[in-house]
């Protein structure tokens, strides 16, 4: 049995938001008990992880990172066609990756105690983002 629901998100830009609970809807929506749902972002400018959601601070740092890893505006890019954020962007988003997959059980996402699914825009300005959830049971 196989389902797939996609549904937008609206970002503030660069940082992150928590998709939790519309994957878990969609996981519902599929009525499979037993099986896997793979989250994937239909853009290269911007990532899907999961990671700690009790303290804000861990996906703070994590931007911290991101920052040293592909800084805005460097000399050395090519390609700026869309700003000083744009290489920086799709090289944030490649490190991270662009889908997650979550078991799930008893018809619920298995997540651990402090884990959530998180869009992670890496632009700085605001985007409309679509997310694909297929359920496989």
Same mark, same amino acid.
Not at 75 to 85: C, F, I, N, Q, V
């Given at each position: 049995?196989?389902?797939?629901?996609?549904?937008?998100?609206?970002?503030?830009?660069?940082?992150?938001?928590?998709?939790?609970?519309?994957? &878990?809807?969609?996981?519902? &929506?599929?009525?499979?008990?037993?099986?896997?749902?793979?989250?994937?972002?239909?853009?290269?400018s911007c990532a899907v992880m999961i990671t700690e959601n009790a303290d804000?601070?861990?996906?703070?740092?994590?931007?911290t990172l991101a920052r040293r890893w592909a800084p805005d505006a460097d000399?050395?890019?090519?390609?700026?066609?869309?700003?000083?954020?744009?290489?920086?962007?799709? &090289?944030?988003?490649?490190?991270?990756?662009?889908? @997650?997959? @979550?078991?799930?059980?008893?018809?619920?996402?298995?997540?651990?105690?402090?884990?959530?699914?998180?869009?992670?825009?890496?632009?700085?300005? &605001?985007?409309?983002?679509?997310?694909? @959830?297929?359920?496989?049971?």
């Amino acid at each position: 049995m196989s389902y797939q629901q996609t549904f937008e998100i609206r970002t503030r830009g660069r940082g992150t938001t928590e998709i939790t609970a519309e994957v &878990a809807r969609s996981v519902r &929506a599929a009525g499979v008990a037993t099986g896997i749902a793979q989250v994937f972002v239909q853009h290269t400018s911007c990532a899907v992880m999961i990671t700690e959601n009790a303290d804000p601070a861990v996906r703070r740092d994590l931007e911290t990172l991101a920052r040293r890893w592909a800084p805005d505006a460097d000399p050395a890019y090519r390609h700026d066609t869309e700003g000083d954020d744009d290489m920086a962007a799709h &090289a944030r988003s490649l490190l991270v990756g662009g889908s @997650v997959s @979550v078991p799930i059980g008893g018809g619920e996402l298995l997540l651990g105690t402090w884990q959530g699914i998180y869009l992670w825009e890496q632009r700085t300005g &605001a985007q409309l983002r679509r997310v694909v @959830v297929t359920v496989l049971g």
